[in-house]
């Protein structure tokens, strides 16, 4: 009889727990998952990426939604996992185009929505990133309730963010000034972050670590293959957010030269610039990318792949409001204004017919960049064909 009373406590205060663990984490809502009841931020934590943002996008109601992939989670970061009431950032760590376009179609369910803003990704497009990357997201994004509440409410991983998030919340001078900015961020605040850098980029980089990165993008552009069904799946999206009446901002984000040099030894040169038809063929886009100064300036770059916060929320200002909405910003609006070019059908043959030309001029001789590039490929940048779109 003893022990059954000893169970049944055992059990009480198991439930118990459980009980309040679940109260903590509905409380601070770390992941976005639920309706707000304090004003805590959202967990930054990259561990958290793809946890939080398929919740979030059914949840928040902003005016306006940002979606991409790390690009955009880095590049355009909304301080410290602060909510916005008027923009979401919905960037996706390492994001397949049936994620992204999962993700477009619930945030086309917000009543709200007004403006979408997509920065599109060439990778994307290739098999060997069809489908879902992981199980976990495809179950976030269908809504799966079980799921919802075991990740969310009865999580010790869930406790931890949440200790942290109130933690933050209750201290008068925490968060630091990234929490209170919005999105995008002002323009001082953009030449400010350029001028005065408070992250390590590309420029401080060794050799050395620029080859390991430079190693898996290799291998990634090396295997790309076109996938017919992926431009299917972003037309279909385009045309949802069209039915809807609602504003498509479409961007081809800036690439290093590294990232170039990457495309074309591997051959998939050709490929980029038939995609970049494709893309115009669906829908009007402003393309950043091409062998330009923006592409050789490491100074505005994190890595390899990503560019730095000053230069992502330059983008926007710049996408939402052309080159009079960043005309603050330093340099990096005069470097963006000399890159973007507005594309469509119309215009797509002549952009082209210019961006392999900058190509072509840019890569007569070997630069810093196409030798470091080939040491990694296994070939010389001078062997690589010079085919026009």
């Known amino acids: 009889m003893a022990a059954d009373r000893r169970l049944r406590l055992m059990f009480c205060y198991l439930a118990g727990f459980a009980l309040a663990v679940a109260a903590v984490n509905r409380l601070a809502n770390p992941f976005g998952a639920w309706n707000r009841l304090l004003e805590t931020a959202v ?4 561990g958290y990426n793809r946890l939080a943002v398929p919740y979030r996008v059914r949840v928040e109601q902003p005016a306006t939604v940002l979606v991409g992939s790390s690009r955009v989670v880095y590049g355009m970061p909304a301080g410290d996992g602060v909510r916005d009431e008027d923009f979401l950032n919905a960037g996706l ?3 397949s185009l049936e994620e992204l376009t999962t993700i477009v179609e619930l945030a086309t369910a917000n009543p709200r929505l007004r403006r979408l803003v ?16 992981d199980q976990q997201t495809r179950a976030r994004l269908a809504g799966e309730w079980p799921r919802l509440v075991t990740e969310t409410l009865f999580s010790l991983d869930a406790l931890d963010a949440s200790r942290r998030e109130l933690l933050k919340a209750s201290n008068p001078f925490g968060g630091g000034r990234a929490r209170a900015l919005p999105l995008p961020w002002p ?11 408070d992250i390590s980029r590309l420029a401080d980089k060794s050799p050395g670590r620029i080859r390991y990165e430079l190693e898996n993008w290799v291998d990634i552009y090396r295997r790309y293959r076109a996938a017919p069904r992926h431009l299917e799946l972003f037309r279909a999206a385009v045309g949802r957010l069209r039915a809807r009446g609602l504003d498509l901002v479409l961007l081809v984000p800036p690439l290093s030269e590294y990232e170039l040099e990457t495309i074309r030894q ?17 829908t009007p886009y402003t393309d950043f ?15 390899v792949c990503h560019f730095v916060p000053a230069l992502g929320h ?6 939402l409001g052309g080159p009079d909405n960043c005309r603050s910003c330093g340099e990096v609006a005069r470097l963006l204004a000399a890159t973007a070019a507005p594309v469509d059908e119309a215009a797509i043959e002549s952009h082209l017919s210019h961006q392999d ?4 001029a840019q890569t007569v001789m070997e630069s810093r960049f196409a030798r470091l590039v080939s040491e990694i490929a296994g070939r010389s940048s001078t062997t690589v064909a010079m085919e026009r779109p």
Do not use: C, M, N
Request: aromatic content about 18%; glycine content about 6%; charged content about 25%.
């Open 43 to 46: 967990s930054s934590r990259d």
């Open 93 to 95: 760590l390492g994001a």
């Open 118 to 133: 997509w920065v599109i990704e060439f990778y994307a497009f290739s098999e060997q990133f069809a489908g879902f990357r």
């Open 187 to 197: 323009e001082a605040e953009i030449a400010a972050a350029a001028d005065h850098p």
């Open 266 to 282: 591997s051959g998939q040169w050709p490929t980029f610039l038939a995609w970049k038809r494709d893309l115009a063929a669906v």
């Open 289 to 303: 990318s091409g062998y330009t100064e923006l592409a050789r300036a490491d100074r505005y770059f994190i890595d």
């Open 314 to 319: 330059a983008l926007l200002r710049y996408a």
């Open 357 to 360: 030309s900058d190509r072509i």
